[in-house]
């Protein structure tokens, strides 16, 4: 299996991918490739050719024309360029028409024999693959297609992160579940990390918040949909934004990237060892809570006492909220905390007490 490098990009300032939801027309296209590129910050034109449409009868993509405008639009600005691929006809077209980035789509990460076959008609190509998360929150499932493209010999790979799925009523169009790209990130820390807050949010509000987000988690870039007329675009018009909009969201956003220095080091050390020696106390005092909980629980066996006693339970919780309140520590924080660890005494001592003498 080749090595997962960073791709795309070595500068400081985040990677940007940017273009319409779908090519409409080859005017569209052109004068959307050319807005990008005058904004000096675009890195890759993005456009779907093909759209994956939850129910039939939208606006499908334009298909095989839109590759032949989107290779204008190449040529026009210098920009690469980026397509979704759902099948290895997709591969074939958009490897004929020099496209310099293929992207796998949320419904395509979900089922192995399509990225399987994805993956080997790029064999043996210098293909660029992102990898976007499967619509379902598993974590296992977005590895297994990344491990797919990587063991074809692919070693230009980066995941793109739109959030997941879910039933009823949400802010998010596609609920973000951060900890699930983190986790990628743990996993694979040299992979390049993309959030895309147009997919997430649905909408338009809040796209620069979630991008903020993603900056603030050391992502390496973003891929946000544009379009020079959103209201009237063929597909996912609540959430594209205008070329100009794209510009002062990028330039509002706080990149964090300093390299750090010795002195920065030794400063961020002096914090953390004070931290680690609060962690190690924090640890001590739950042990000796625990050891507090097992002889409870001898007791309450020995005298045939109830593991739950409600109003213990919330004359705890209602005085370490008042606690927490003097000292600023947020309700919700301590609420889950508390909740955490009377769940687990609550565990202990039902193993104590129905064990058999
Ligand atoms: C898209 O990028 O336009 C798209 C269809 O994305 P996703 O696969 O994330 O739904
Ligand atoms: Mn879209």
Redesign the pocket.
Known sequence: MKSINKILSNKASPIIISGP??AESEEQLLQTAMALKALNKVDVL?A?IW??RTKPGSFEGVGLEALKWLQKAKEATGLKTAI?VANTQHVEEALKYDVDVL?I????TVNPFVVQEIADALHGTDATVLI?NP?NPDLQLWEGAIERFAKVGISKIGA?H?GFSKYGDSYYR?PPQWQIPIELMQHYPDLTMIC?P??ICGKRDNLLAVAQKAMDLDFDGL?I?AHLDPDNAL??ALQQITPQTLNKFVNQLVVRKTKLSPTLTTELDKIRRSINVLDGELLDVLSKRMELINELAQYKKENNIQILQPKRWEEILLKALEEAKEKGLSERFIRNLFTEIHIESIKLQSKIMNEEN
């Open positions: 939801c779908s993005r779907g759209k994956p979704e992207w789509g949320a419904r395509t976007k619509i793109i739109r596609n895309d147009s997919h891929m949909e597909s996912d």
